[in-house]
Nanobody
Framework: QVQLVESGGGLVQAGGSLRLSCEAS????????MGWFRQAPGKEREFVAAVSWSGASTFYAETVKGRFTTSRDNAKNMVYLQMNSLKPEDTAVYYC??????????????????WGQGTQVTVSS
């Protein structure tokens, strides 16, 4: 089973950009689809984006589509979330998560088996 560590969060002004990284340990990384979720204070954890095990397919929540891009580099055991045109409502703790399956990555957090510790993203207005 993989272990995940996120980095790249921080404080940014509205309209700005951030790139989150998620480093995975373990030799089976390429057998997992990877998802990004976020959780704002007082709200439930919500799906943001996902990338298939090969990196060929990506999926996005409607709220971030066209602004966020996820990708992966299986040779480096890395997953990325490029966030552009950030809005104050994007403020949350962002998590990467691993899904053990070859089908379309789910949007339900309960189906992901491994989670990182999270990284805070704060967007000021």
């Amino acid at each position: 089973q993989v272990q995940l560590v996120e980095s790249g969060g921080g404080l940014v002004q509205a309209g700005g950009s951030l790139r989150l990284s998620c480093e995975a340990s373990g030799r089976t990384f390429s057998s997992y689809a990877m998802g990004w979720f976020r959780q704002a204070p007082g709200k439930e954890r919500e799906f943001v984006a996902a990338v298939s095990w090969s990196g060929a397919s990506t999926f996005y929540a409607e709220t971030v589509k066209g602004r966020f891009t996820t990708s992966r580099d299986n040779a480096k055991n890395m997953v990325y979330l490029q966030m552009n045109s950030l809005k104050p409502e994007d403020t949350a703790v962002y998590y990467c998560a691993a899904y053990r399956g070859m089908d379309i990555p789910p949007t339900s957090a309960q189906r992901y088996v491994t989670w990182g510790q999270g990284t805070q993203v704060t967007v000021s207005s």
